[in-house]
Nanobody, 119 residues
Framework: QVQLVESGGGLVQPGGSLRLSCAAS????????MSWYRQAPGKQRELVAA??????TNYADSVKGRFTISRDNAKKVYLQMSSLKPEDTALYYC??????????????WGQGTQVTVSS
C-alpha cells in the first residue's frame, strides 16, 4: 500500500510564498504522474499542477506563472507557490499514480494540507 504524506501548508499573507512537499512511501516500482489538487470550501476539487515521469508539466490557468511543480528521484513531489492570492486558499492534496508491490497499479491521495492566504 502506497501512502502519501504532505507538508508545508500554513497561513501566509497575500503576495507571499509557500512550498508544499509530498512524500510517497511503500514498495514502489515506478511512479508515473504526480499531481497537486486543491479544494476550497463549497467548491469542487480542481487540478492545480501535474508532472509526468518524463518531466512534462501542466498547470491550471489560474496558477500559471506563479506555481511550479517539481519532483525528485526519492518519490517526492513539490509545489512552489509564489505571489499567493486569497483565492488560492484551499486544502491542497497530493496525488501519485504508478505501480507497487504487492498491489500493482496504484492511485493514492494524501490527507491534504491547508493553505490560507490572508492579511
Amino acid at each position: 500500500q502506497v501512502q502519501l504524506v504532505e507538508s508545508g501548508g500554513g497561513l501566509v499573507q497575500p503576495g507571499g510564498s509557500l512550498r508544499l512537499s509530498c512524500a510517497a512511501s511503500g514498495i514502489i516500482l515506478n511512479i508515473n504522474h504526480m499531481s497537486w489538487y486543491r479544494q476550497a470550501p463549497g467548491k469542487q476539487r480542481e487540478l492545480v499542477a501535474a508532472i509526468s515521469s518524463g518531466g512534462s508539466t501542466n498547470y491550471a490557468d489560474s496558477v500559471k506563472g506563479r506555481f511550479t511543480i517539481s519532483r525528485d528521484n526519492a518519490k517526492k513531489v513539490y509545489l512552489q507557490m509564489s505571489s499567493l492570492k486569497p483565492e488560492d486558499t484551499a486544502l491542497y492534496y497530493c496525488n501519485v499514480q504508478g505501480s507497487s508491490l504487492p498491489s500493482g497499479r496504484f492511485d493514492s491521495w494524501g490527507q491534504g494540507t491547508q493553505v490560507t492566504v490572508s492579511s
